[in-house]
């Protein structure tokens, strides 16, 4: 179910659907992101506007992965979802309203 490159607005409405809830604790593979050496696979455990924090087994602390250039996948339920990191680049509290209205970045 993996789609290259895109943006949130490009992405089926059950893939947008997932990636509006909870997407912390979700096992993450992310094939690219600027300043990695790919493949990279952990949990996510927490997100900010531009970066995602990644527990990572074998590291004693989590890695803070940059959005911005990010490619890879998510596990959500029974399916692995498209993750790029420059569509999903919005607050935590905003991505629902984001990704489910295809609304602004910012509301004013």
């Not at 949130?8 to 947008?16: D, F, H, P």
């Not at 692995?80 to 420059?86: N, T």
């Not at 509290?93 to 602004?104: A, V, W």
Request: hydrophobic share 40%; glycine share 14%; proline share 9%.
């Amino acid at each position: 179910m993996s789609r290259e490159g895109g943006t949130a607005a490009e992405l089926g409405r059950a893939e947008r659907e997932a990636l509006a809830g909870e997407i912390l604790g979700a096992p993450v593979v992310i094939r690219a992101s600027p300043g990695l050496a790919p493949p990279l696979e952990g949990v996510l455990v927490d997100e900010t506007l531009s970066t995602f924090l990644l527990r990572v087994p074998g590291r004693a602390r989590a890695l803070r992965v940059p959005k911005p250039g990010l490619e890879g996948t998510i596990v959500l339920g029974d399916g692995e979802l498209p993750l790029i990191g420059d569509g999903l680049r919005v607050r935590p509290e905003d991505r629902t309203k984001r990704l489910l209205t295809g609304g602004p970045r910012r509301s004013r």
